[in-house]
């Protein structure tokens, strides 16, 4: 049976914050695949396969050097997720663009696992992130989920914001349908996807938000070559159809559960295992049955 390395960041916990991951791995290894965790670059372990699931925006050049050793790597060419790098939406100060805009971190989920893994390390950063976190929004690097401002006008967003490179300033451009607000998600590992379309009465769909999910069979082409552009082969991509264009709000590589219990999702999480096939040699791929 195929031997996987999951390698994380260091210091990080693969089970504290309930990532898809860990669950589809718990799958894999029911079937007899070997799965080990590395924390962070550490002496070669053979393997027939590496998971990079780092969860920072950027992955550390020492991360991505260990990876490097193994003949294949899950999401290998996906080192940086930050908004700069994935959005088509973003709008720079003085362009010519009418409508509302929201306001956003550059980093992933509002920079916090940046915070939690480097914000304690000395008593000068947590100073300065207590200052920063009582300031104004547009003076802050980072903030709590849900907090996007969305403003009528790119003329309407504050000077301090364009001066923040670790903000960004996106066009506002979500899905409607009557009344709700709409988020579709779609989920992939390899070959293997699952597709989902959820509404809100939130301007910003939050999972804590929804009050109606359902299924939606048809990934979008645009999306898929989105995908094949960013270098994903596994993760989860927050998008809307607005107009008729596919427009990407998210792209994340290491998706977690959030408040939601593993056996809500098992039947998508059972789903998503059997991709590991779609990287594995012919003699190593798992019999599912």
């Given at each position: 049976?195929?031997?996987?390395?999951?390698?994380?960041?260091?210091?990080?916990?693969?089970?504290?914050?309930?990532?898809?991951?860990?669950?589809?791995?718990?799958?894999?290894?029911?079937?007899?695949?070997?799965?080990?965790?590395?924390?962070?670059?550490?002496p070669f372990i053979e393997a027939d396969l590496a998971v990079l699931h780092v969860d920072l925006t950027i992955v550390p050049a020492d991360h991505m050097a260990f990876l490097a050793r193994y003949p294949r790597v899950i999401n290998g060419a996906v080192s940086d997720i930050s908004k700069r790098r994935i959005s088509r939406q973003i709008v720079e100060r003085g362009e010519a663009y009418e409508g509302p805009v929201i306001e956003k971190t550059n980093w992933n989920s509002g920079s916090w696992r940046e915070r939690e893994r480097f914000g304690g390390r000395n008593r000068w950063r947590r100073l300065i992130d207590g200052i920063r976190g009582q300031l104004p929004w547009p003076y802050r690097a980072s903030i709590a989920t849900g907090e996007y401002p969305i403003l009528p006008s790119i003329q309407q967003v504050p000077w301090m914001v364009w001066k923040n490179r670790d903000l960004v300033v996106e066009r506002y451009l979500c899905e409607r349908q009557q009344e709700f607000f709409c988020l579709r998600t779609w989920m992939f590992l390899g070959d293997q996807e699952t597709n989902s379309l959820s509404f809100s009465h939130q301007p910003v769909v939050k999972l804590e938000s929804v009050v109606r999910r359902e299924v939606v069979p048809l990934v979008p082409p645009e999306l898929r070559e989105l995908r094949r552009q960013l270098g994903f082969d596994f993760g989860k991509f927050d998008y809307g159809i607005v107009d008729g264009r596919v427009v990407l709000y998210d792209a994340n590589r290491t998706p977690t559960l959030g408040p939601m219990k593993p056996e809500q999702f098992l039947p998508r999480i059972r789903l998503l295992a059997r991709g590991l096939n779609a990287f594995l040699p012919a003699e190593k791929a798992v019999c599912w049955g």
């Amino acid at each position: 049976m195929p031997h996987i390395v999951i390698l994380i960041a260091r210091d990080a916990s693969f089970e504290k914050w309930k990532y898809f991951l860990d669950e589809i791995a718990k799958v894999w290894a029911q079937q007899g695949v070997r799965v080990t965790v590395q924390r962070g670059p550490g002496p070669f372990i053979e393997a027939d396969l590496a998971v990079l699931h780092v969860d920072l925006t950027i992955v550390p050049a020492d991360h991505m050097a260990f990876l490097a050793r193994y003949p294949r790597v899950i999401n290998g060419a996906v080192s940086d997720i930050s908004k700069r790098r994935i959005s088509r939406q973003i709008v720079e100060r003085g362009e010519a663009y009418e409508g509302p805009v929201i306001e956003k971190t550059n980093w992933n989920s509002g920079s916090w696992r940046e915070r939690e893994r480097f914000g304690g390390r000395n008593r000068w950063r947590r100073l300065i992130d207590g200052i920063r976190g009582q300031l104004p929004w547009p003076y802050r690097a980072s903030i709590a989920t849900g907090e996007y401002p969305i403003l009528p006008s790119i003329q309407q967003v504050p000077w301090m914001v364009w001066k923040n490179r670790d903000l960004v300033v996106e066009r506002y451009l979500c899905e409607r349908q009557q009344e709700f607000f709409c988020l579709r998600t779609w989920m992939f590992l390899g070959d293997q996807e699952t597709n989902s379309l959820s509404f809100s009465h939130q301007p910003v769909v939050k999972l804590e938000s929804v009050v109606r999910r359902e299924v939606v069979p048809l990934v979008p082409p645009e999306l898929r070559e989105l995908r094949r552009q960013l270098g994903f082969d596994f993760g989860k991509f927050d998008y809307g159809i607005v107009d008729g264009r596919v427009v990407l709000y998210d792209a994340n590589r290491t998706p977690t559960l959030g408040p939601m219990k593993p056996e809500q999702f098992l039947p998508r999480i059972r789903l998503l295992a059997r991709g590991l096939n779609a990287f594995l040699p012919a003699e190593k791929a798992v019999c599912w049955g």
